[in-house]
């Protein structure tokens, strides 16, 4: 299945029902829009990270949901808590 078809099938690009027109929902631009279209469909669309160990860290990020999961992931939360496993 092509890029495409993973997206009708989620959902996220329906068809309008009056025009006929596809265009992606709100969650398929903050899931998989760039940084630009996110800022323009959504401006203020933020994550803001605080993090408060021995100094005060902040993180704003203003990229698409799977971006920042990575991006908390790696430089925060990897070096934050203890290993588990």
């Not at 309008?16 to 596809?22: D, F, H, L, S, Y």
Request: net charge negative; hydrophobic share 40%; no cysteine.
């Amino acid at each position: 299945m092509d890029r495409y078809g993973t997206f009708k099938n989620l959902r996220i690009i329906p068809k309008e029902p009056m025009t006929g027109e596809e265009s992606f929902t709100l969650a398929g631009i903050l899931l998989f829009g760039k940084d630009e279209i996110i800022a323009a469909a959504v401006p203020a669309f933020r994550i803001d990270l605080i993090k408060r160990v021995d100094n005060y860290d902040r993180l704003d990020l203003r990229t698409n949901l799977i971006d920042a999961y990575e991006i908390v992931n790696k430089e925060y939360l990897g070096n934050s808590l203890p290993d588990l496993l």
